[in-house]
């Protein structure tokens, strides 16, 4: 009996090269000899996947507050402090974001010696700070909800735009992942090579 | 005095201590949880593992695999002298803390 297959592509994609057999084997040898007795094949299964989306959130973790802090910041801005230019903050939000992705993206590839690692993460660091997002402006709005707060919602793009616009950043983060993968495993060959 | 160890890091450092040779991640996770009385995740003991070695106090060596778990490697650590200093400190710095006091402490509660 083994774990699901995909979930254990996706804990090596989060783990350092040096450490993906030793901790899968660590994993998969509880699975095995204790957890599958005890608890039957579909808890296993589970169990599994819980521990690797344990690693998953140690990977993404610091890149999922920094972006969705970010954005959450920039919301309070736009709904408490209204303004007709959003040209500054929108730069200042959308740098964090780019550094931010591309950041994961390269640490991740440069780990694990794998540029797939750094798009995945990169991918899942931007749905994970969507739904702490979506959290954030969910607890902001029972927060305030008044007329000229609402005002301000409509005229910076309105609550639609504030839940669904972190959500829409997968593809970017994809493309983002990738660029800064090629980077993270070519700057691990050369180190490496050195 | 180095940086003092938190209570996880020393649960950890103490349960290699205790394996001796057979400290790889699987049996440093179970016994850490004996000690510990609770469950604990693997991820919490890699990360405590991957920081203690960084940091000098650990030193680490792959082993062979087993069937169960499908021939990958174990990794086994040994405690460091710099880990068993660190180790000796915070003990010190609880028994200074603890320093007058007979225990268990008595009073209401």
């Not at chain 1, 994993?27 to 007795?37: A, D, F, G, P, T």
């Not at chain 1, 920039?74 to 780019?98: E, G, K, N, Q, Y």
């Not at chain 2, 005095?1 to 205790?18: K, N, P, Y």
């Not at chain 2, 693997?42 to 106090?57: C, F, I, P």
Request: glycine content about 10%.
């Amino acid at each position: 009996m083994s774990p699901p297959s995909w979930a254990d592509a996706l804990l090596r994609l989060a783990l350092p090269r040096a450490d993906q057999d030793s901790i899968s084997g660590d994993l998969l040898e509880e699975y095995r000899q204790e957890i599958l007795r005890t608890k039957g094949h579909a808890a296993a299964d589970l169990w599994y996947v819980v521990q690797v989306f344990g690693y998953v959130w140690r990977a993404t973790r610091l890149g999922a507050l920094v972006f969705s802090g970010a954005f959450l910041t920039r919301t309070v801005w736009d709904w408490l402090v209204p303004t007709a230019d959003f040209t500054t903050r929108s730069a200042v939000t959308t740098s964090v974001a780019i550094g931010t992705l591309a950041f994961v993206g390269f640490r991740a590839a440069f780990r694990s010696e794998s540029i797939l690692s750094g798009i995945v993460l990169a991918g899942l660091t931007s749905q994970i700070a969507a739904v702490l997002s979506a959290l954030g402006v969910t607890s902001m709005l029972l927060l305030w909800h008044d007329a000229a707060t609402i005002d301000a919602i409509n005229g910076s793009g309105g609550l639609g735009e504030a839940f669904v616009l972190p959500f829409m950043t997968l593809f970017p983060a994809v493309v983002l992942g990738a660029i800064s993968g090629v980077c993270g495993r070519v700057l691990r060959r050369l180190v490496h090579a050195a | 005095m180095a940086d003092v160890l938190g209570s996880f890091e020393q649960a950890v450092l103490l349960a290699i201590l205790r394996l001796g040779d057979e400290a790889y991640g699987r049996a440093i996770l179970k016994e850490v949880q004996r000690r510990l009385e609770r469950d604990v995740p693997h991820g919490a003991v890699h990360a405590t593992l991957e920081r203690l070695e960084q940091k000098g106090l650990l030193r680490s060596r792959l082993g062979s695999g087993t069937p169960a778990r499908a021939g990958r490697a174990r990794r086994y650590y040994r405690v460091q002298a710099a880990g068993i200093r660190a180790l000796n400190d915070a003990r010190a710095a609880v028994e200074s803390l603890w320093d007058g006091l007979s225990w268990p402490l008595r009073g209401r509660t």
